[in-house]
């Protein structure tokens, strides 16, 4: 595992917030047509940018030479966990939160409570990371996300070996459910969390509406709405887009997207995913190299990421992101790393790094880019599984200049 400064003392540095999830252990009956609301507390490591950029492509490289079920996800900087029980009454583990992967599992860190709706199912489980992998015991039991959503049943993993999980306790598997094809033993594939809550009724369609503030704003916070989204958060309408046909981005939350820098078009439409368990934007290097040469970035030895100087952020020029015809502005500030945080990725303080990386493929490999946390926390996304889409829409820090 690699070395990581306490998370309480790395956010009294960094003066931010860490919420966490209070949940009632007493579920109580609710509509099933009202959405609800997981809120998420972001939490930051320190391992350097360069594992990061490592952990992120290893997870995108295992998905293009088609190992499926690829999750890599923990070795980040930046990541959003959830506090979910399992168990009545429940015993609560904290678990990141994964649209690139679709078991649910916990026993990392910290030993399963076994109560008397625990059953073993009898399965091994065992999930392929970019660099790793866990195994474990398939049991199912009850799981709750937060007293609104409690369900009974859910199939999870019970790891029993397990590498980088950096202190979480697990998993909570966003993805679709055909990622968990073949990872059980005795089953056929497993019943996700989202698709339990719709077949027991909790919640009136297969939605998931995610927001994620950036981790440099003053609220460090996010949320999982599932059964729709909060419009709340939203400042426009809700754009959809369906899930893309090219494989291997069709098996996961996969889309068709075209980028352009300023007006200069650097990747054509092509295929990739959108994955809360990938830190930066990763793009095919050809598109890669266009950008840096529009940027004028260096490749930084320390960080792995682009460096810009201050005169070339003053000429920046914004990424747009074309996605189902519609088009969403990534701004000059969205495109940096939060400078307050330069010194949890080995970076100078003053120090200027772009978030935009290579996958280190060439285009057309059916998964061209992975728009991650630093494009969600700027656009509120729908995973709509009910209808095979995903949406966007814009938020209060869309154009902020948090970073
Ligand atoms: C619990 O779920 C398993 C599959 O995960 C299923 O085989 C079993 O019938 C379910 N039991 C109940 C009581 O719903
Ligand atoms: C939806 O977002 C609003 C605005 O941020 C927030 O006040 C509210 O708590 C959220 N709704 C739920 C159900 O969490």
């Known amino acids: 595992m690699a070395p990581s400064i306490s998370l309480s003392s790395l956010l009294a540095l960094l003066a931010l917030a860490f919420f966490s999830l209070s949940a009632s252990a007493l579920p109580h009956p609710r509509t099933a047509s009202s ?6 507390a972001v939490r930051i490591n320190s391992y350097g940018t360069r594992n990061i950029v490592a952990a992120d492509r290893a ?10 079920s690829s999750i ?12 979910i029980g399992v168990g009545n009454p429940p015993t609560y583990y904290t678990v990141l939160v994964d649209t690139g992967s679709s078991n649910t599992w916990i026993g990392a860190n910290k030993a399963y409570e076994k109560t008397a709706t625990s059953h073993d199912t009898g399965g091994i489980f ?4 970019g660099s790793g992998n866990v195994i474990g015991e398939e049991y199912t039991d009850t799981v709750t996300l937060n007293s609104d959503l409690v369900i009974d049943n859910q ?20 993805g679709p459910v055909d990622l968990t094809l073949g990872t059980v033993s005795n089953t056929y594939q497993v019943a996700t969390v989202t698709d339990n809550l719709y077949k027991q009724g909790t919640i009136g369609s297969e939605v998931l509406g995610v927001f994620f503030a950036p981790a440099s704003s003053s609220d460090s916070s996010g949320e999982l709405t599932f059964g729709g989204y909060n419009a709340s958060k939203i400042t ?12 291997p981005a069709s098996g996961y939350w ?6 352009s820098y300023g007006s200069t078009l650097i990747l054509d439409e092509t295929a990739g995913i959108v994955d809360t368990g990938t830190t930066l934007i990763y793009i095919a290097s050809d598109a890669f190299n266009k950008y840096q040469s529009a940027t004028g970035g260096t490749l930084d030895e320390a960080t792995d990421l682009l460096k810009i100087s201050s005169d070339q952020y003053d000429q920046l020029s914004s990424l747009y992101f074309t996605i189902g015809g519609v088009t969403y502005e990534l701004t000059p500030n969205a495109q940096i790393w ?22 280190g493929s060439s285009s057309g490999s059916g998964d061209d880019f992975t728009n991650g946390y630093c494009f969600l926390e700027r656009f509120y996304s729908v995973f709509d599984t009910a209808n095979s889409q995903l949406g966007f829409a814009t938020t209060q820090y869309t154009y902020a200049t948090t970073n």
Do not use: H, W
């Not at 426009?236 to 494989?247: H, Q, R």
């Open 35 to 40: 959405p609800a609301t997981l809120k998420l």
């Open 59 to 68: 997870r995108i490289q295992a998905r293009q030479t088609g190992s499926s």
């Open 72 to 83: 890599s996800v923990t070795n980040d900087v930046m990541l959003y966990t959830a506090d």
């Open 126 to 129: 065992c999930v392929a990371y």
């Open 155 to 174: 199939s999870i993993g019970i790891a029993f070996e397990y590498s980088g999980m950096n202190g979480l306790n697990g998993i909570l598997g966003l």
């Open 236 to 247: 426009g309408d809700v754009s959809y887009v369906p899930i893309t046909s090219t494989s």
């Open 254 to 259: 996969g889309i068709d997207q075209s980028i």
């Open 338 to 359: 939060p400078r307050s945080l330069n010194s949890a990725i080995g970076g100078t303080t003053d120090g200027i790094y772009l978030i935009v990386s290579s996958t």
